[in-house]
T-cell receptor
Framework: EDKVVQSPLSLVVHEGDTVTLNCSYEVTNFRSLLWYKQEKKAPTFLFMLTSSGIEKKSGRLSSILDKKELFSILNITATQTGDSAVYLCAVERRTGTASKLTFGTGTRLQVTL | GAGVSQSPSNKVTEKGKDVELRCDPISGHTALYWYRQSLGQGLEFLIYFQGNSAPDKSGLPSDRFSAERTGGSVSTLTIQRTQQEDSAVYLC?????????????FGAGSRLTVL
């Protein structure tokens, strides 16, 4: 059974702080690891990682994957109140021509002034 | 449509009643997923449809839950004899042929409250 574990479960920081969110996983036929941001309703896609050691970056957000140790981190620098959200990690498993995603429980980030 | 459409957006029902939740995926998207998200929790996989293949029902929590996808498009998730623990947001997502998580588009969800 595929498994995704995220930590911490929740986090409160002050605006301007840097945060690191963790995601560890177990999956057969690994295809990719994905990060999503969920603010109110629908999760929105942030990053897809398929190769170890290659950092993906988008503005103040960055992420990296370690396929040997089976984990990924999501970094957010100079946090802003708009970063407050639940950050979801998911692993994608290939099943024939299809793929299946398994999500973690998420990390709830609150950025305060 | 432009996005994944789910209805109803909110549903309050009494314990023991049946409910139907509808998902209208993006036109042309062959993969359709149902997830459940309880308060403060992550997304729990329920069922997955891919084209004409048999659906992956491995996440359905009990035989009270079922889902159909008609004509490879609209999907309905049915919960029979609802229980209070069924209260959650039910999210639908779809992706195009050959696509994966990076092109997965979620609907806004259907919030189910069982009294």
């Amino acid at each position: 059974e595929d498994k995704v574990v995220q930590s911490p479960l929740s986090l409160v920081v002050h605006e301007g702080d840097t945060v690191t969110l963790n995601c560890s996983y177990e999956v057969t036929n690994f295809r990719s690891l994905l990060w999503y941001k969920q603010e109110k309703k629908a999760p929105t896609f942030l990053f897809m990682l398929t190769s170890s050691g290659i950092e993906k970056k988008s503005g103040r957000l960055s992420s990296i994957l370690d396929k040997k140790e089976l984990f990924s981190i999501l970094n957010i620098t100079a946090t802003q109140t708009g970063d407050s959200a639940v950050y979801l990690c998911a692993v994608e498993r290939r099943t024939g021509t299809a793929s299946k995603l398994t999500f973690g429980t998420g990390t709830r980030l609150q950025v305060t002034l | 449509g432009a996005g994944v459409s789910q209805s109803p957006s909110n549903k309050v029902t009494e314990k023991g009643k049946d409910v139907e939740l509808r998902c209208d995926p993006i036109s042309g998207h062959t993969a359709l997923y149902w997830y459940r998200q309880s308060l403060g929790q992550g997304l729990e996989f329920l069922i997955y449809f891919q084209g004409n293949s048999a659906p992956d029902k491995s996440g359905l929590p009990s035989d009270r839950f079922s889902a159909e996808r008609t004509g490879g498009s609209v999907s309905t998730l049915t919960i029979q004899r609802t229980q209070q623990e069924d209260s959650a947001v039910y999210l639908c997502a779809s992706s195009p042929p050959g696509g994966g998580g990076w092109v997965l588009t979620f609907g806004a969800g259907s919030r189910l409250t069982v009294l």
